[in-house]
């Protein structure tokens, strides 16, 4: 009997998959060649065969239409000083990642810096490296998964609402406390 195969899945088909399951806190990572398969079972990692710019312009479409997630960019702040000497074409493909990502929203941070939020995040919550085929240091994008139909300014108002509503509870439970209290001797006290 001849065993049957099966084609492993494409890689957009897997992210446009992934993309159903994750939320805010997930994260997607287009990488360099060289970036390291890690350990953590939460951390699943794609070879792509693709070129960076293709997996990069591939995976944002794919979350812009996603209703319930956009994107919280970051790149290397290293990427940015690497000389066209020691990485040749560094300076088109920079070129090409900055104009693709609409540069204004990306966050620059050490590369270590990044690499501990997402060590940190996959301890709880799962991870998607996709690596390409490029070759140039420092170029990895990582995409910081966040709720499409929430903001930061939405959040900061109910946190707002919140302590206020708490802080009117703690008030009223105190009243009421005071009153029950057998030193109350106020004119509803039941004193004649």
């Not at 060649?33 to 293709?54: C, D, R, V």
């Not at 970051?74 to 693709?100: H, I, N």
């Not at 995040?121 to 490296?129: A, E, K, T, V």
């Amino acid at each position: 009997m001849i065993p049957s195969t099966t084609a492993a899945p494409h890689w957009e088909e897997i992210l446009v998959h992934r993309l159903t399951q994750f939320g805010h806190r997930n994260w997607i990572v287009i990488a360099d060649s060289a970036y390291p398969a890690q350990s953590n079972s939460g951390i699943e990692t794609i070879a792509t065969g693709a070129g960076h710019l293709e997996v990069l312009g591939k995976t944002l479409k794919s979350i812009a239409v996603c209703k319930h997630l956009r994107a919280k960019v970051l790149v290397d702040a290293e990427f940015k000083s690497v000389a066209e000497v020691d990485a040749p074409g560094v300076t088109a493909v920079r070129e090409s990642l900055y104009q693709l990502l609409d540069y204004q929203d990306a966050r620059e941070l050490d590369h270590e810096q990044i690499i501990s939020m997402l060590a940190a995040s996959g301890r709880q919550f799962r991870i998607l490296i996709l690596k390409s085929t490029l070759s140039i240091p420092y170029s990895s994008i990582f995409l910081e998964l966040d709720c499409a139909y929430w903001n930061s300014a939405a959040e900061a108002r109910l946190r707002i609402a919140l302590k206020n509503a708490s802080e009117v509870q703690v008030a009223t439970q105190s009243t009421e406390q005071r009153l029950r209290s057998p030193r109350f001797s106020g004119p509803f006290s039941g004193a004649t």
